[in-house]
């Protein structure tokens, strides 16, 4: 009998190994899993720089607010000191929060005033408070841009173009017309403002 014994004895341990072994890996598995869910779960719920990540890609990925901090100032763009004791306040002291750039379009726009036999040209600039992605969305679609922007220069009315008030009207129809054109080819649009560098009726 003790010689049947003794080879049973070894097949117990093997067996108890085996079972030990097996219980610490599936632990470990648990552990692993539960640590990386956890994880996830705390980034996603912005407990763990979730909240700072994403805020980040959203930003690297569309128009960047530049701030008035950062604005480039036309003096020091073309080199110019700002002058011995010189009074100006230092970039981003009062008015606006962002800084604005500007883009005038090359071509005039010339069209006929709705129900009139006047027909009106204009010259007109942008501002955004964006940084050149902005710009770069309007250089690119400036042919839909353009087309837009005679669409709405043709159901203006000459009350519109004879007071100021029609003409800072006319500003804002412009904006929003540019606005929904990038807005449906890029997803955003971003013109804060439309200028006009020329004004005629005729």
């Known amino acids: 009998m003790s010689d049947k014994e003794a080879p049973d004895a070894p097949e117990a341990k093997k067996k108890g190994g085996k079972k030990k072994w097996l219980l610490i890996g599936v632990s470990l598995l648990v552990l692993v899993g539960g640590g990386v869910g956890g994880g996830l779960y705390a980034s996603n719920a912005g407990l763990i720089g979730g909240a700072k990540a994403e805020a980040g890609e ?25 002058g011995e004791g010189g009074s100006r306040p230092p970039a981003g002291a009062g008015g606006e929060k962002y ?19 006047h027909f009106i040209q204009v010259g007109i600039a942008i501002s955004t408070p964006y940084d050149n992605t902005v710009i770069e969305n309007l250089k690119t679609h400036e042919m839909a841009v353009r087309s837009q922007v005679l669409l709405t220069l043709g159901e203006t009315s000459e009350d519109d173009v004879f007071t100021a008030a029609g003409k800072e009207k006319l500003a804002k129809r412009l904006a929003a017309a540019i606005n929904a054109v990038l807005k449906q080819k890029e997803g955003f649009g971003g013109i804060g403002n439309v200028y006009f560098t020329n004004f005629i009726v005729q």
Do not use: D, I, W
Request: glycine share 6%; net charge negative.
């Open 58 to 82: 959203a930003e690297t990925s569309g128009p960047r607010l530049v701030p008035k901090s950062e604005q480039v100032r036309a003096s020091a763009a073309e080199g110019e000191g700002s």
């Open 99 to 117: 800084a604005s750039t500007y883009y005038a379009m090359e071509k005039e726009f010339t069209s006929n005033l709705r129900e009139s036999v």
